[in-house]
């Protein structure tokens, strides 16, 4: 049977496979006819209309047609409001009507006619009628048209819609003849050029461009729908095409219609990139906030309308074109560690459920007591309830829950928002209790039971008594005065008894559903004498105000005092974290405080209020009482598991344990400084263990208050004098940290993160770490896996993420002052401008908006740390400013180093919007160090040793100086190389025979006048340019400038270098053992000088006189030069001592201030015991 029944099932299925291939086969040859018939007719209308133009009717036959006004003016009148269904009337007006004198206003009428894709037939078959008839239709046609759509770059259309159809209508009557290709194409394509070239970025007219690849697609550029292309492969059949235009032109239109749908494409990429980033922002908000603004919802349906509709129009291109649409990758990033507690409870399983109890109640009989009530209308079965219980539905996170982030703000600014109805608030007052007269005796009767059943509810306590009281109040003492009475009982309870309060609770839970009246009175009573208590702000009566948090908390858990307003209790608390407020806010949460974190709708809001109380008491100046009370509330609300958390203590040695206490504890505080470097310069540094936790707590400067991290930095400053490697590795470990938190941007170790910065801008401060280290990593921090390319996202820097931008500042705001001079300086000034740079960049991405806008805090930390360093610097204001100075910069750099070292052949990159790291390199090891003078390596070792001088132990850092980072600026820049020439020689020369001059001058005029004037006169200069360039190649000419031997009208110039300069640049024909040195001697002949050579021997006496005379004047030189700059060597070294030496000294407590004699009066101090009687003692 099994095998009978198998076979009838296999052959249905085949036959139903045949039937849809069959089905599909006979749409698709319903199509392939509907589109040759749509070319045969276009091809019909061509020739149709191409000859009848040429037997258009005689002016005869229009003369016997109607050309009255009034039918002509309807006519016009009824072709601007054109339907389908007037088509018929208006083309038999076509044969009766003469419309010779309007034509014009005919054309004008049907261009201007709002029409709809359906009338498109009907209005081209009149067109056609009117073509035929009358030559002047086409060019008034043409000239309409001109008119609309004459469209100019960069102008948008008015009327989408309307011109959505006038589109198809014009390339229709193209299409069809009605105006030639010659005539229409061009104002054709020009339309839909400038069109698609100024939409690229916005797509406002995409319907437009859609509607044309749609309708006219296939005779303009012979497009064949993806679906049809399957359907033809598939059942191996051709799709016509329209051969009207050549395939160049369609070819030309189909290369336009392709480049309009990859910019689609880009910015449906685009679209979809930012509406991730919206949403993710979105669920961040939610996560930690708990509500999104009303704004953010409505520009997120804004956001999916736009993309909906854009991927809509991209898919219908896609088909059209065949092309295929471009991947949307969806967010792939991990969502926040914790999730939402309501999206959990949306879909919980009884094992989930189970564990939600768990954390509800702290065991299943508490969970009884709250949640298992007695059922009144079993003991009264008449009795109908009023407030049905129905669990609340779970609210939407989106739309229910309030606005956490501005409640938070203003609980840690401590702003109390004022409520209606504050200022006027009073305790709760209860009516008083007066006895009628006239009261009846079965009232009466009442009352005794009403006031015995009272005065028996506070000696229940325990569940099975609470409930039997329910049950004798609602059978017996139901009335309207008896509820008021007993919510005045409940109220009144006594401040002492707080072991009543869950049971009263529970009474009126069990009452509620059907005495609404006593919980909704007891409620209001409990609030308004809350709010009086807060906002009285005495310091009294605290057993009264702990009572009422601790009823409101009980009855919260009963349901009956609602979640919201427990909630708003506990903020107003937390705005007024204080003294009582403090012990009230505790019984609250001891009360209720976990019920209401492992509630659905209250799960968020009381986190974030529990962060808010935890950062409170961090600030606190209060005792440890309130501390110790903070701490035990806020962990029975949120309790550790005992196995966990002995799981993770760290049972730490004894000196381990010592050293946190002396770093982390007690640094910081008044005069332990001292204390603390010599405990630890006793520590056993060469214990391998002792030392590497002893340095691993040194580096970690996120466990050490902010305002001590520069202390902690000068103790390691001063330890490093006595244990020379814990500088070393702490330097290290805060490199390896600062670059591991740059590959690991993880937000919960931001705080980690800038505390390592300022540690590391402190360490500079006090000279443990060299300026070239602190410009790599402030460079690091802007060029590390940054992209500056807006189209591809670093996952290490995200849009958002503006955490290195508060690094960089807090190294600058830290160490950046010192950068004041040398080297240091000029690093600071290029850097300034990658970091604008940068910041502009980043300020310029699409994810910031008017909504979502930049933190003001980095442009204002910006602009402060720009103001401090550079006051006269001029910040960009625009991205592209920055981009030109950029490179600007890294032009004029590569100017000057190409120029300074020609021999490196480095590769000229083209400048993109990339910044690099600027790489220092370090010499080779072949690599020989250029040649450095003496006198300036001592004047570098002088100024280094002045300055190591001036600082002195715990002294702060003084700021960076050229000889401070002269041995940096060796050893790590590659410096470029002085290339010698002839120009610096002769130059040097001069200088120092000017300087020489000078100095000699200055000498002679301070001496007595005993010496004879001078002899020396100025050399011609035509001498001196003649000796330049000796006509011969015999001995060289040298002058000097003065006279030298016993020749009395003689002018002789040599210098002492220039014998042994003669004797080397002699020709080889010269006698090598008589060199000889040439003089001038100038004679007067009447008043015209005369010159004649004068060879001497250079072993001469005039000659050695000469060469004596300028090695004494050029040792004199020396000595003066020398004098001179170590005489401007101290003074500069003065003045630096003298600006900075006080100013960056630490405040040093006055030791001789206590030994500082006392005021003593002129008149002297009174005496107490001679005005006022008593023996005198002795002082």
Not at 464 to 480: C, P, Q, R, V
Not at 819 to 845: I, N, P
Not at 1049 to 1070: R, T
Not at 1121 to 1142: C, S, V
């Amino acid at each position: 049977m099994e095998s009978t029944s198998e076979v009838p099932d296999d052959c249905c299925l085949v036959a139903d496979e045949a039937e849809k291939e069959a089905l599909a086969l006979k749409i698709f040859k319903e199509t392939i006819a509907e589109i040759e018939s749509h070319l045969a007719h276009k091809a019909q209308l061509r020739s149709r209309l191409h000859t009848t133009v040429q037997n258009r009717p005689e002016e005869s036959y229009f003369s016997k047609l109607d050309s009255s006004i009034k039918k002509n003016t309807a006519f016009v009148r009824k072709l601007k409001n054109f339907t389908e269904a007037q088509k018929e009337s208006i083309l038999k007006d076509i044969n009766t009507l003469n419309l010779t004198k309007y034509i014009s206003e005919v054309a004008n009428a049907i261009v201007e006619a709002k029409l709809k894709m359906t009338d498109i037939a009907s209005i081209l078959q009149v067109c056609v009628v009117l073509h035929e008839k009358y030559a002047d239709f086409a060019p008034q046609l043409l000239e309409a048209w001109q008119k609309i759509l004459s469209l100019k770059k960069e102008e948008k259309v008015s009327n989408p819609s309307k011109m959505r159809v006038d589109v198809r209508f014009y390339a229709d009557l193209i299409s069809c003849g009605v105006l030639t290709p010659k005539e229409g194409l061009p104002l054709l394509g020009s339309f839909l050029t400038n069109l698609i070239h100024g939409d690229k970025e916005e797509h406002n007219s995409a319907t437009i461009i859609l509607a044309f690849c749609k309708f006219c697609g296939e005779d303009y550029a012979g497009l064949v729908s993806q679906k049809l292309l399957n359907d033809a492969e598939r059942f191996k059949m051709t799709v016509p095409t329209s051969n009207w235009l050549p395939p160049d032109k369609r070819q030309n239109v189909r290369n336009l219609l392709r480049e309009y749908y990859s910019s689609l494409c880009k910015h449906l990429i685009q679209d979809h990139k930012e509406l991730q980033n919206f949403e993710r922002q979105n669920r961040r908000i939610l996560q930690t906030k708990g509500e999104l603004s009303n704004e953010r919802k409505e520009k997120q349906e804004v956001l999916n309308q736009n993309f909906a509709k854009l991927l809509n129009m991209s898919q219908q291109f896609a088909d059209i074109l065949a092309e295929e649409l471009p991947e949307l990758r969806q967010d792939l990033s991990p969502r926040d560690e914790e999730c939402s507690v309501l999206e959990l409870c949306e879909n919980m399983s009884d094992q989930a459920r189970e564990t939600l109890n768990e954390l509800l109640w702290e065991n299943e009989e508490a969970r009884q007591f709250y949640e298992n009530l007695p059922n009144l209308s079993v003991y009264l079965p008449n009795l109908v309830p009023k407030v049905t219980m129905e669990a609340p539905p779970l609210p939407d996170p989106a739309e229910q829950m309030i606005d956490i982030e501005k409640e938070a703000k203003e609980i840690e600014e401590g702003e109390q928002a004022k409520e209606e109805g504050d200022e006027d608030i009073k305790p709760a007052e209860l009516e008083d209790e007066k006895e009628d007269v006239d009261v009846p005796v079965s009232l009466q009767s009442n009352k005794v039971l009403l006031d015995s059943f009272l005065t028996t509810l506070s000696a229940c306590v325990n569940r099975e008594m609470i409930d039997s009281a329910a049950i004798e109040f609602s059978t017996n003492l139901n009335t309207k005065h008896n509820r008021k009475k007993l919510v005045r009982a409940l109220f009144t309870v006594q401040r002492t008894r707080l072991d009543l309060l869950p049971f009263y609770s529970r009474l009126v839970a069990t009452l509620h559903p059907y005495i609404p009246e006593v919980a909704t009175d007891l409620c209001n009573f409990l609030r308004q004498d809350f709010k009086y208590h807060v906002r009285k702000k005495d310091q009294i009566n605290i057993e009264t105000k702990v009572k009422i948090v601790r009823f409101i908390g009980e009855l919260t858990k009963f349901g009956m005092y609602p979640r919201a307003d427990t909630l708003q209790c506990f903020k107003q608390l937390l705005l007024n974290f204080a003294h009582h407020y403090i012990e009230m806010t505790c019984h609250l949460l001891e009360t209720c405080g976990r019920f209401l974190l492992h509630q659905p709708d209250s799960h968020q809001r009381t986190k974030v209020y529990l962060d808010q109380m935890m950062r409170k008491k961090s600030m606190l100046a209060s005792d440890s009482r309130y501390l110790t009370m903070i701490e035990n509330a806020y962990y029975q609300v949120v309790p550790v598991d005992s196995s966990s958390r002995s799981s993770h203590i760290k049972i730490r040695p004894p000196l381990h344990q010592y050293i946190r206490q002396l770093l982390f504890v007690e640094l910081g505080n008044k005069g332990s400084t001292n204390k603390i470097l010599k405990q630890l310069r006793k520590l056993n540094w060469k214990d391998p263990d002792v030392a590497t936790y002893a340095v691993r707590c040194l580096t970690s400067a996120w466990k050490v208050k902010f305002p001590n991290i520069r202390t902690l930095a000068g103790v390691v400053a001063e330890l490093t004098l006595y244990q020379e490697f814990v500088g070393h590795r702490i330097v290290d470990a805060v490199l390896e940290d600062i670059r591991w938190s740059l590959e690991f941007p993880i937000s919960k170790f931001n705080q980690r993160r800038v505390s390592m910065a300022k540690y590391l801008a402190e360490l500079y401060n006090y000279r443990m770490v060299e300026s070239s280290v602190v410009f790599k990593v402030l460079y690091t921090c802007i060029t590390f896996a940054v992209s500056y390319d807006r189209n591809v996202e670093s996952e290490l820097d995200q849009p958002d993420n503006l955490m290195r931008l508060r690094l960089v500042l807090t190294i600058l705001d830290t160490c950046g002052v010192f950068f004041s001079s040398g080297l240091a300086k000029k690093r600071l000034d290029c850097y300034l401008v990658y970091l604008q740079y940068y910041h502009l960049f980043k300020r310029s991405l699409p994810i910031w908006t008017e909504d979502n806008p930049f933190p003001v805090a980095i442009d204002f930390g910006i602009k402060d740390m720009l103001l401090s360093l550079r006051p006269k610097l001029k910040p960009y204001k625009t991205l592209q400013e920055a981009a030109d100075a950029v490179e600007n910069l890294e032009k004029e750099l590569m100017n000057k180093l190409s120029q300074a070292m020609p021999e490196l052949r480095m590769d000229m990159v083209t400048a993109d919007d990339t910044l690099a790291c600027i790489e220092e390199e370090d010499m080779e090891e072949g690599e020989e160090m250029p040649e450095v003078d003496d006198d300036s390596i001592n004047d570098e070792q002088s100024l280094s040793r002045s300055m190591s001088q001036m600082t002195t132990r715990g002294e702060a850092t003084q700021p960076d100086d050229d000889s401070a980072t002269a041995e940096d600026d060796r050893c790590v820049v590659t410096a470029p190389r002085k290339a010698l020439c002839p120009e610096d020689d002769d130059f040097m020369a001069a200088l120092d025979r000017m300087v020489a001059e000078n100095i000699h001058e200055a000498y002679s005029r301070g001496k007595e006048a005993s010496k004879a004037p001078a002899v020396d006169i100025a050399i011609p200069w035509q001498v001196k340019a003649s000796l330049k360039k000796p006509s011969d190649g015999s001995d060289k000419n040298f002058l000097g400038d003065s006279i030298g031997g016993e020749l009395g009208g003689a002018l002789a110039a040599a210098e002492a270098s220039s014998a042994c300069a003669a004797v080397a640049s002699s020709p080889p024909s010269a006698s090598q053992d008589n060199p000889t040195v040439n003089f001038f001697l100038m004679t007067r002949k009447g008043n015209k000088p005369q010159f004649k050579n004068l060879a001497l021997p250079s072993d001469s006496e005039l000659a050695q006189n000469l060469r004596n005379r300028e090695e004494a004047e050029k040792a004199e030189k020396e000595r003066v030069k020398k004098l001179t700059l170590d005489f401007n060597e101290r003074q500069e070294e003065e003045e630096f001592q003298d600006l900075y030496g006080g100013a960056n000294r630490p405040a040093v407590h006055n030791v001789n201030r206590d030994r500082r004699g006392r005021f003593q009066h002129p008149k002297g101090v009174p005496d107490a015991e001679l005005i006022f009687g008593g023996a005198r003692k002795n002082r």
